[in-house]
């Protein structure tokens, strides 16, 4: 039997965490063969909901299932934790500016990182998924100055997934069967999902597809926006297929991509021109428990414009909080 592993989880009360903890506990993020245990974060006022949450977990009787404890303080929370999966953040409300939303976010995102920093084990691996998840990354990563840069990634695989579907779908394809897809920069409706390089059993895709137009005019758009899309259906946002983009991000980051190519939000070492530490989408590859950046990919005009555009955000993001990261 493998020593359990330690996996923080924030905001375990709302609605992702919902989706998420029992595909964890059942070992579908570490594999079937890896024991848990579960370290849930969520407010003093989200407690009693995390207890019943925990009562549920109980009840399945997960085997991998090793432990669980819930706090209040990210220091008790992420205390030797090797995963921290940060998805607990403050929602925009009525009447709130992007701004106040980002400087909200970016006290919660100082103090988790502080936290990591003091507490977590020394490989943690953290993935930020409370939007805006690349800003906030980025927040955590400068509040801990102790742990290593790369281990604070963003969550860019639901878009990923998203590019997946428009794809297959278009296509004619299946999903299984497309490779070579990413997405660039941030994760906002200024993202670019790239399927230049994408091939079908080895056939390009775009020569497949052969739809400039659709490509500009229907699926970057549709990409893009599908998160207030699924807000204006459901009346909610997104929970179930975030949850599972978590998990396929953790997993392959964990256990390796076997080759395949995957996106994930990582803090740039200058690649294909992007400043260094920007949490920027990147297409990677995972082995041994770290990824590498595809190295090699041409970028066209049309394709630096859509990366400059996303990097702009991303810059007024990193702007706008620089005050409270000294
Ligand atoms: N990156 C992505 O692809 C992606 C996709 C979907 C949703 N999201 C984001 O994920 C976040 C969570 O979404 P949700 O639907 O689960 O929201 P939710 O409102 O259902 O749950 C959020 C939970 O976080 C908790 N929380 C708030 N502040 C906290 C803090 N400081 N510490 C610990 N817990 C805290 C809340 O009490 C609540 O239980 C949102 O920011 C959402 O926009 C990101
Ligand atoms: O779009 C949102 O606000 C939620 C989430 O980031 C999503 O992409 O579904």
């Known amino acids: 039997m493998k020593a359990p592993v330690r996996v923080a989880v924030t905001g375990a009360a709302g609605q992702i965490g919902y989706s998420l903890l029992f595909r964890i506990a059942s070992g579908e993020m570490l594999g079937k063969d890896q024991p848990v245990i579960l370290q849930l974060l969520d407010l003093p006022q989200a407690q009693n909901a995390v207890k019943g949450v925990m009562m549920e977990l109980e009840d399945c009787a997960f085997p991998l299932l090793a432990g669980m404890i819930a706090s209040d303080d990210p220091k008790v929370a992420f205390k030797d934790v090797q995963v921290a999966l940060l998805v607990g953040a403050r929602p925009r409300s009525k009447g709130m500016e992007r701004k106040d939303l980002l400087t909200a976010n970016a006290e919660i995102f100082t103090v988790q990182g502080k936290a990591l920093n003091e507490v977590a084990d020394r490989n943690v691996k953290v993935l930020v998924v409370g939007n805006p998840a690349n800003t906030n990354a980025y927040i955590a990563m400068k509040s801990a100055p102790d742990l290593d840069p790369k281990n604070f990634t963003a969550m860019l695989r639901l878009d990923h997934n998203r590019a997946l579907s428009q794809l297959?779908?278009?296509?004619?394809?299946?999903?299984?069967?497309?490779?070579?897809?990413?997405?660039?920069?941030?994760?906002?409706?200024?993202?670019?999902?790239?399927?230049?390089?994408?091939?079908?059993?080895?056939?390009?895709?775009?020569?497949?597809?052969?739809?400039?137009?659709?490509?500009?005019?229907?699926?970057?758009?549709?990409?893009?926006?599908?998160?207030?899309?699924?807000?204006?259906?459901?009346?909610?946002?997104?929970?179930?297929?975030?949850?599972?983009?978590?998990?396929?991000?953790?997993?392959?980051?964990?256990?390796?991509?076997?080759?395949k190519w995957v996106t994930m939000g990582i803090p740039s070492d200058g690649s294909y021109g992007i400043p260094e530490g920007v949490v920027y989408g990147y297409p990677v590859v995972c082995e041994n428990g770290k990824y590498q950046i595809v190295q090699g990919l041409e970028i066209d005009e049309f394709s630096r414009e859509r990366m400059n555009f996303t990097l702009a955000e991303l810059e007024e993001e990193r702007a706008g909080v620089a005050h409270l990261l000294g």
């Open 168 to 259: 297959a779908a278009k296509s004619g394809k299946q999903v299984s069967d497309i490779e070579h897809m990413l997405v660039w920069g941030n994760h906002s409706p200024t993202m670019y999902a790239d399927y230049r390089f994408a091939t079908v059993n080895g056939e390009s895709l775009k020569t497949l597809i052969n739809d400039e137009a659709w490509n500009r005019d229907e699926f970057l758009p549709t990409v893009g926006k599908r998160g207030a899309a699924i807000i204006e259906a459901r009346g909610l946002s997104s929970a179930a297929s975030a949850a599972n983009a978590a998990i396929d991000h953790i997993r392959d980051w964990v256990l390796g991509t076997n080759g």
